[in-house]
């Protein structure tokens, strides 16, 4: 089951990667590092089922630092298209 799982992160992890590099819009690139961060959290999630003990310590981890992520992206992508009137990457 453990296969399934990891594979199921890094399929995330991968399209996350994918979105980030290849689309223009900033808030779709910041979304897409969302969704890198949900396959690193999924993996922590699947490898906490065979290694006891790191659940509360390290699945806390990657929720703290996607809030953290999305606040501040979300205020710069606000000054941004207060200034540009755009969110384009390319500009």
Do not use: W
């Not at 399929?11 to 949900?38: E, F, P, Q, W």
């Not at 699947?46 to 699945?59: C, K, M, N, R």
């Amino acid at each position: 089951m453990l296969p399934a799982h990891l594979m199921t992160a890094a399929t995330l992890m991968a399209i996350g990667v994918y979105g980030a590099i290849v689309k223009r819009n900033s808030l779709v690139a910041l979304l897409c590092v969302s969704i890198i961060l949900c396959g690193a959290q999924l993996n922590i999630a699947a490898l906490s089922l065979y290694v006891h003990g790191i659940e509360e310590g390290l699945g806390t981890l990657p929720l703290v630092v996607f809030f953290a992520q999305a606040s501040i992206g979300a205020a710069v992508l606000i000054v941004l298209y207060k200034r540009d009137s755009t969110t384009s990457n390319h500009e």
